[in-house]
Structure formats: structure tokens, C-alpha cells
């Protein structure tokens, strides 16, 4: 399974863009790259999900260049119930069959 | 898409007692997954549980301490065993849906 590189925590004030880095540079070739949300006392909650170049859904972006080592969730003008853990996976096959284990996370502060 | 229900959503119990935990999902996945959430910290995978086969486990993690059952595709249960304060935790259930993984609420423990 690759291995994730994420900030820690981020801060944002509201109205504002947010740009999550994650870094992946032993990313498989079958590998697809995954965002959660987690907001306190719940479980993680499905973002967003790319293979490569750029996917948009109603909540936010993802930005996955060429080389697929790295990928960029973007969220577009953040309010205060944005604040969460934002987790990035990779090795999340086709086929159903692979765990999926996390990473540290991104703790995204948005501040009024 | 995948709709998971934990119970109990928090207990408090005694150390050396057993708790288990159920999971339902509202339709059939192929693989089923266990976590524990320290406080502030990100998930960490117990096992991977299938249907009529015994659990697999990751390190540092036993069948005896945190029994596992999968009667069928649609449910599973996680016991934690003689429980200690250190056991204290949430536990999630996660179930997969192609290349998407869905979460139980989770399960607040507190070991007194």
C-alpha cells in the first residue's frame, strides 16, 4: 500500500480556498487516490475520488498531475462547517478486495 | 452507495467484561473492515473480516482479544475480549463498495 505524506493542520478563514496536498510517491500503477472528511464522533465520509488529471464534484475538486505522485483536494470557498480531518488514500483498487488503511490527516481549522 | 449502522454508539463498561459491536449495511459488500480511533489520532485498521472465513488480522492485533464474525454480506459483529482501560477507543466499522468505502457512525468505549 502507498504511503501518504499530508500537513498536519491547516488554517483558513472562511470564504476562502483551500488547497490539501498529499503526497504519494510509491503509487501504483492500478492505484486510484481517495479523499474522506471526518468531522468529530463520526466515521469518515467519501470526498472525492481520481485516477489521474482533474475531477469535480459538488464539494470540491481534485487536481492529480502526470506522474501521479501527488494529488491536490481543492475546496472552494470554505465556511466554518468545512473544520474536519480531511484523510488522502491510495491503494484503493477496482477490484473491492484492497484495505484501505489511513494516514496521519490534514486537521483543516476554518476560522470566522 | 452504502448506508452502515453501528450499535452501540457508546458504552461505558467494566474492565474484564466483553463488548460487542454490530455493524449492518443496508446492502451486500464483499469485504468488511474494523478500526479503532485513539482520540485525535487517525484510524488504524484491526482486521479484515469475510464471509465464512476467519477474520484476517493486521500485527498487533489477536482473534482472542477481538473476535470477529461475518455470517453473511450484509453484517458483522467485533467483540472487544476481557476488556482493560487501555481498550478505551471508538471502533468503526467500514464496509466497500467498488473502490468507495463506507463508515459506521462508530462506537465511543470507555472502560472503567
Known amino acids: 500500500l502507498a504511503k501518504t505524506t499530508q500537513p498536519i493542520s491547516m488554517d483558513s478563514y472562511e470564504g476562502q480556498e483551500v488547497n490539501i496536498t498529499c503526497s504519494h510517491n510509491?503509487?501504483?500503477?492500478?492505484?486510484?487516490i481517495t479523499w474522506y472528511q471526518q468531522f468529530p464522533s463520526q466515521g469518515p465520509r467519501f470526498i472525492i475520488q481520481?485516477?489521474?488529471t482533474k475531477v469535480t464534484n459538488e464539494v470540491a475538486s481534485l487536481f492529480i498531475p502526470a506522474d501521479r505522485k501527488s494529488s491536490t483536494l481543492s475546496l472552494p470557498r470554505v465556511s466554518l462547517s468545512d473544520t474536519a480531518v480531511y484523510y488522502c488514500l491510495v491503494g484503493v483498487d477496482s477490484g473491492g478486495y484492497q484495505k484501505v488503511t489511513f494516514g496521519t490527516g490534514t486537521k483543516l481549522q476554518v476560522i470566522p | 452507495s452504502a448506508v452502515i449502522s453501528q450499535k452501540p454508539s457508546r458504552d461505558i463498561c467494566q474492565r474484564g467484561t466483553s463488548l460487542t459491536i454490530q455493524c449492518q449495511v443496508d446492502s451486500q459488500v464483499t469485504m468488511m473492515f474494523w478500526y479503532r480511533q485513539q482520540p485525535g489520532q487517525s484510524l488504524t485498521l484491526i482486521a479484515t473480516?469475510?464471509?465464512?472465513?476467519?477474520?484476517?488480522?493486521e500485527s498487533g492485533f489477536v482473534i482472542d482479544k477481538f473476535p470477529i464474525s461475518r455470517p453473511n454480506l450484509t453484517f458483522s459483529t467485533l467483540t472487544v475480549s476481557n476488556m482493560s482501560p487501555e481498550d478505551s477507543s471508538i471502533y468503526l466499522c467500514?464496509?466497500?463498495?467498488?473502490?468507495?468505502?463506507?463508515f459506521g457512525q462508530g462506537t465511543r468505549l470507555t472502560v472503567v
Open positions: 473480516a469475510n464471509q465464512g472465513s476467519e477474520a484476517t488480522y
Open positions: 467500514s464496509g466497500r463498495v467498488e473502490t468507495e468505502a463506507f
Open positions: 510509491n503509487i501504483a500503477t492500478n492505484d486510484y
Open positions: 481520481g485516477y489521474k
